[in-house]
């Protein structure tokens, strides 16, 4: 028996019960990674870590007698392609919640059926399957995180499957890795399951400040693992077990955030376009040149310039800037979410449709908010969270003369001092609050 294993999200030997099933009930397994060409436009930088994150697991797979079997076009027809060269009776994939990736399973389930082979559907990309647990009194998702959270921790979670041993391959092409594309972001992390479980083995380490760190700006206290996780390069099941074992309640329950998306986007798959609920506050503004200054990190608020600057050096923002960040375009500048969205979807290493789009909703005011009503004044943010300035003066060279906690509000600088800088003055906000930042 022969098995085509198509991966997707799950580029991994360890904990893909996609990979393991086919290894323990065929004699012969293909896996396979289908580069479609179309997406690595989309994000530089995430074509980047998927390329690396292919070599490492072809490298994987090589040394246990297999191979990635690597073909460019459209996954349905490449793997039935496939499928029927090497005479593959059984095709497996891990089942997914985008719109793209259902589309892709209803197409591979439509082909199996006409060519007689048998699709499996594996679990893998999630820690709960995205439908499995279900709000009581009806509805086919959970629209809050709290009682999510609840029925989350007392879920039953899949058994982590073994890393197999050997792999047989077919007699096949193996595909050549196109050249590596040369992303956007020059401190962007290195993709791969070898760069992921090292990064995890340091993590595992710091795990117990979790809790006490992960608001810390310049501590840079979270895992940096989502990357990692974007593209399964790391099985959330086996983090969520690691993290278990440590009593690291505080990271379980950001894990928890992601399944949580998960399954929003399960049920709502139009998540990335459409608002939940209607805006909570005006209509959007147009304003081009606002979007502009934002994006390129010259709004004239530092600790939301260092965010935004963050994202480009490394392709990767910490969560706290996020929010801020976030919340300065829509609330403050009052740009829709969507343009927030579209930008981190082009920068981020961990930029995916459920997380990116569930978080700009929340931050929006449009998402599964309890409180959608909620501001976030960056200078209190700032004060809070980098109470030194140092993660602002990290990323903001123009601004590294400046000592201490000073740096957030350069507007309050003797004119003098605020002249020299080579540094814009405070974008106006559209709203009456922005009086924080009138001296
Ligand atoms: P840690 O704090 O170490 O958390 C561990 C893991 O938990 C993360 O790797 C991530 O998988 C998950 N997690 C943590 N916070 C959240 C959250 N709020 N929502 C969902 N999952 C979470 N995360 C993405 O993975 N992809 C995105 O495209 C994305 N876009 C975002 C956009 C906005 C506007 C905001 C406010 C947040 C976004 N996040 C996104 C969530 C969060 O910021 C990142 O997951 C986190 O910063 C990743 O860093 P870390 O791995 O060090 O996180």
Redesign the pocket.
Known sequence: RTAVVLLTRDLRVHDNPALAAACANADQVVPLFVLDPGLGRLSPNRSRFLHQSLADLRTSLRARGGDLVLRAGDPVEEAMKLAREVGATMLGVAADVTAYAKNRERRLRDACDRERVSLRLFPGVTIVDPGELRPGGGGSAYRVFTPYHRAWTTAKWRDEVATPGTITLPDVAAGHLPAMPSGESPEAAAGGESAGRRRLTA?LRDIDA?GER?DDLPGDG?????????FGCLS?RA?AGAATARDAEP?LR????????YQVANTFPRIATTPFRPNAGDEWRDDPEALTHWQEGRTGVPIVDAGMRQLRAEG????RA??I??AFLTKHLGVD?RH??RW??RW?L???????????Q??AGTGNDTRPYRRFNPIRQARRFDPEGVYVRRYIPELASIDGPAVHEPWRLPDGARRRLDYPGPLESHRDEAVWLRP
């Open positions: 993590w979790f992960h979270t895992s940096r693992l989502s990357p990692y996780l974007r959330p983090l990271f950001q894990l928890c955030w992601r399944d949580f998306y990767w923002m910490h969560n996020r929010l960040t976030a979410w927030g969205l981190f979807g981020l961990d930029g995916d449709v459920p997380n990116n789009s569930g978080n700009w929340w931050v």
